[in-house]
């Protein structure tokens, strides 16, 4: 009764269910978020003042931004808002604005909307609001570009989180024989391996071991810039600096997952080496275009094959890449145990010893990681250099840091970092102005009710990080880079502002998060410590366009000058 009085309080009428949802399913979305207000706090408030059936009381308090100044709340009923008001209704997803079939069809394939699905994020929210829907052929997809809404879909998550159909995945996966990886795998068999894994490299503690293996690569990665530069004219310049960056992220994760090196930044790099690089750029790229695979319905591939077929030769490369590595560790783990001597090793010779996971789940989580740790950090690094030379205020600030609490050359380590807010703040701050996955998914799994709108579950969700990263309203002068925004006292990594959550949040989030920062980290750190990071003649505006990740559209050329 209570229930039912609470909500009969915060919807004045209900909304037309949708077609097969009946109302008694709007009603229980409404109960599953109720708001956790104790009978004593109503009292004190007044019951009228329970404000909607979205608002928890955590999502009540005032989300601060960075470096702690109070962000205001969007006004209540705004397309920003989660609230649900006495007097208005729950409408349906017929209700919700958006663009239409044939607009997105003119705005994906005429003009080239896969490569600015991040502005396409911002036009689409200014014209619908913060909550909008698409259709992309059968498929629905609810966009949120609100914080707030953000924030209470993460904080609503199940045990086991679902980010989007990976139905073409585990097509190819279940045609060969293979396992899902992290990225792949859904329900138990996802948690399985989460719970793995995570115990592995899920904590910065977890990963300050590889400090060792990471700094031997950035030695690697200091001399590369040396003779790359010195080839240039004015013996400075280092052009496409991702493309070193990327040479430098493949040999990282090389280190950590395969325990080896593979010699991509030497100078006379081995000629396996170098196919294996080429082999591996062409699979990145085609893996690219090649997502689209899914998008081709099964009835269509023996019209239009050649999707299918480039997504199957392009998962096909990557898994017998990372089977190389991984049956060349379990040979040489056999043969340390056949000479019996004890065997020490990293994250591989650690999954390979405890047989937590199968062998075909180890190849998975392998390649699967593999894929996604190479041109996100080496992105990252990329914009990093490149607004570190945009503002040399900035890179000065941060330099001094550097030099007071570490010198001018000491080698970091992991726990050198926590002494250096400012370049954790240099890495949010690129991670706000670039955010390497601009949009990420959820599948409902309960029904919702998000914005006022009733959300069934089984929903896709597209959470534009992109969108609220820019939001003036969470991030004052959000056009600027100014990482100070995100100095604050106490716990840098608690998440308070959902505007800009580039490793996702909760359950799902980014296994690899404290991997990418450790490279990062500690690569910025000596970068800054040997050269200073200037603009050059040949440093052009670089626009960011979408490739499935966002990517520098051009190529970033920077000076690498040392320091005195
Ligand atoms: C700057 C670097 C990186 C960024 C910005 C980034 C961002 C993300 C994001 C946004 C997600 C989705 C999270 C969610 O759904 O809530 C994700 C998932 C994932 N990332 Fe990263 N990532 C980075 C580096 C890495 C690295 C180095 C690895 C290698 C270990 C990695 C491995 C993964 C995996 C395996 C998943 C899927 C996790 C799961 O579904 O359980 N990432 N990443």
């Known amino acids: 009764m209570a229930v039912f009085s609470h909500i009969s309080r915060n919807f004045c009428w209900l909304p037309a269910a949708e077609p097969g949802v009946s109302w008694g399913r709007v009603l229980a979305a409404g109960f599953h978020q109720l708001p956790k207000v104790s009978p004593w706090e109503r009292r004190r408030k007044g019951d009228g003042q329970v404000t909607g059936i979205l608002l928890r009381s955590k999502q009540r308090q005032p989300l601060p931004e960075g470096h702690g100044q109070t962000q205001q709340q969007p006004a209540p009923n705004t397309p920003g808002s989660v609230r649900a008001l006495p007097g208005n209704r729950v409408k ?22 896969f490569s600015r699905i991040h502005e396409i994020q911002q036009k689409h929210t200014q014209e619908y609001g913060r909550i909008f829907k698409s259709h992309f052929g059968p498929q629905l997809v609810v966009s949120i570009a609100d914080r707030d809404m953000v924030a209470h879909v993460l904080r609503s998550e199940k045990s086991a989180p679902q980010r989007a159909n990976m139905e073409s995945w585990k097509e190819y996966r279940d ?7 992290l990225i792949s795998a859904e329900g138990e068999k996802w948690l399985k391996m989460r719970s793995v894994l995570r115990q592995k490299i899920l904590k910065p ?17 200091i001399k590369m810039i040396q003779t790359l530069r010195s080839r240039e004219g004015d013996g400075e310049t280092v052009t496409d600096v ?9 040999e990282g994760v090389a280190t950590i997952f395969y325990e080896c090196r593979m010699g991509c930044l030497e100078n006379e790099i081995p000629q396996k080496t170098v196919e294996y690089i080429e082999a591996l750029e062409l699979m990145f790229s085609m893996f690219k275009t090649t997502m689209y695979a899914g998008a081709v319905p099964k009835w269509l591939r023996p019209i239009l094959p050649k999707p299918w077929r480039e997504f199957c030769r392009s998962w096909d490369g990557l898994f017998h890449f990372s089977q190389i590595h991984v049956d060349n560790k379990l040979r040489e783990i056999e043969a340390q145990l056949e000479r019996g001597e004890e065997v020490k090793g990293g994250l591989l010779t650690c999954l390979l010893l405890s047989k937590e996971l199968s062998m075909a789940e180890i190849y998975a989580n392998m390649t699967e990681m593999f894929l996604a740790g190479v041109d996100t950090t080496s992105f990252t690094l990329s914009w990093a250099t490149f607004l570190l030379a945009k503002h040399p205020d900035v890179q000065q600030m941060v330099y001094e840091e550097i030099v007071r609490n570490l010198g001018k050359s000491q080698v970091p380590n992991a726990e050198d970092v926590p002494k250096l807010p400012l370049i954790r703040a240099v890495l949010k701050e690129t991670l706000r102005l670039y955010p390497v996955l601009p949009g990420n998914g959820r599948v409902t799994q309960d029904d919702l009710i998000i914005g006022g709108y009733f959300v069934p579950k089984g929903t896709q969700l597209a959470l534009c990080h992109y969108s609220t990263s820019y939001e003036e309203e969470y991030f004052s002068a959000a056009e600027e880079f100014r990482p100070e925004r995100w100095l604050r006292k106490g716990n840098m990594d608690r998440v308070d502002n959902f505007g800009s959550i580039p490793f996702g949040y909760g359950l799902r989030s980014c296994i690899g998060r404290r991997i990418a920062e450790l490279e990062i980290h500690l690569a910025l750190i000596q970068l800054l410590q040997k050269f200073e990071i200037k603009t050059s003649p040949k440093t ?24 005195n």
Not at 175 to 181: C, H, K, N
Not at 211 to 221: Q, R
Not at 548 to 560: M, Y
């Open 92 to 113: 349906s997803l017929r209700e919700m604005p958006g663009p239409s079939t044939i607009t997105n069809l003119v705005e994906f394939f005429y003009r080239d909307g």
């Open 540 to 563: 052009k505006e670089v626009k960011a366009k979408t490739h499935g990740l966002l990517a520098p559209g051009d190529s970033i050329n920077v000076k690498f000058c040392d320091r």
């Open 175 to 181: 045609l060969r024989g293979r396992s899902t990886g």
């Open 242 to 250: 991702n493309n070193i960056f990327f040479k430098y992220s493949m």
């Open 205 to 221: 503690k977890d990963v300050a071991i590889f400090s060792g293996g990471v700094n031997e690569v950035i030695a690697d990665l």
